[in-house]
């Protein structure tokens, strides 16, 4: 399955470390690349780096146009699933969704566009209360991956963690 997220309302001023997370989170949980509703080139070279230095495949890119994005994905046999607290539960669509093969996701900042629901094949809610975009997005990617994601490898990665019970420890590949 090929999931690729949108991130709508980056503020650079104000987001930058929110946007930065949804862009680590996808990646970790096997995502293939984020689009940026938006300009930050320091997020693309931020997440370039980790990419560079923990391996995988993917890409960040800044100043899509979100409506443009979401359009051409469709055209080219893709379905959006728009994530949104006011959407229907993910466990009750969930299955439907991991058989679309080719999934954009789309993560709001403060204020989506209300277009946006009106795009997307799915508006899909972890919770109907008020949450983090980034806790919205891990839990959907794990609940689409059905926990494979956790275990997944990072081709050409220079470092990695070693898992111990107390403290830190990587490795240089």
């Given amino acids: 399955m090929e999931v690729v997220v949108l991130r709508l309302g980056h503020r650079p001023e104000r987001d930058q470390r929110v946007t930065t997370h949804v862009g680590l989170l996808s990646r ?10 938006g300009q930050d080139s320091g997020i693309v070279r931020s ?24 359009e051409e994905w469709q055209k080219n046999g893709g379905k959006v699933v728009h994530l949104t607290m006011y959407g229907l539960p993910v466990r009750e669509h969930e299955m439907e969704i991991r058989d679309a093969g080719k999934l954009l996701v789309v993560v709001g900042a403060e204020k989506v566009p209300g277009e946006v629901y009106g795009l997307a094949d799915w ?34 990665a220079k470092i990695r963690v070693v898992p111990c019970v107390e403290g830190k420890k990587t490795e240089s590949l």
């Fill in 123 to 156: 508006n899909i809610s972890v919770t109907s209360q008020p949450h983090s975009e980034i806790a919205s997005l891990a839990v959907f990617l794990d609940r689409l991956f059905e926990g494979s994601e956790l275990s997944a490898g990072f081709p050409g």
């Fill in 47 to 70: 997440i370039t780096r980790v990419v560079e230095q923990w391996g995988g495949n993917f890409f960040v890119e800044d100043k899509v146009k979100w409506r443009h994005c979401i």
């Fill in 28 to 37: 970790a949980l096997g995502a293939k690349g984020m689009y940026l509703a």
